[in-house]
């Protein structure tokens, strides 16, 4: 009987343990491969967060309204692993972010690239490290 509480209990508990593997989205299921953008902006912040690093841009237009966009960008330790740092973008620096904007026309887009002002070029991830569905990131 203990046995057959435990086999139920640890069944449970790793059940309990994929939902949030659910929860994660595929890029087909928010992105729209079919609009790409790119927008120069006043970098604001980069949330290092998983599921996803968020960076957020300001963005004028020629009207000068002014629209904070969310890219969302690979996990934290993936970006880490491919060169960035937490001091690789300054708050106020003029970028150029590359990517594909949310199906619902809001200002949320995936991040392929960003190019700084300098010329350099940060990569939102390498073709074998995007999301399913995502077109490869630009070559070098």
Do not use: C, Y
């Amino acid at each position: 009987m203990q046995f057959k509480f435990a086999v139920l209990s640890a069944g449970a508990g790793l059940l309990l343990a994929a939902l949030p593997v659910l929860a994660h989205h595929s890029f087909a299921a928010e992105f729209d491969v079919s609009k790409p953008i790119t927008l120069k902006g006043k970098f604001v912040r980069m949330d290092w967060v998983n599921p996803h690093s968020h960076i957020l841009l300001e963005v004028t237009d020629a009207d000068g309204k002014v629209t904070t966009w969310s890219f969302e960008a690979l996990p934290p330790n993936v970006l880490f692993r491919q060169g960035w740092r937490k001091d690789s973008l300054k708050a106020g620096e003029e970028i150029e972010v590359e990517g594909f904007q949310a199906k619902d026309g809001s200002a949320n887009a995936w991040s392929r690239s960003v190019k700084t002002a300098d010329g350099r070029r940060l990569f939102a991830g390498k073709p074998d490290a995007l999301p399913p569905g995502a077109p490869p990131a630009p070559e070098k």
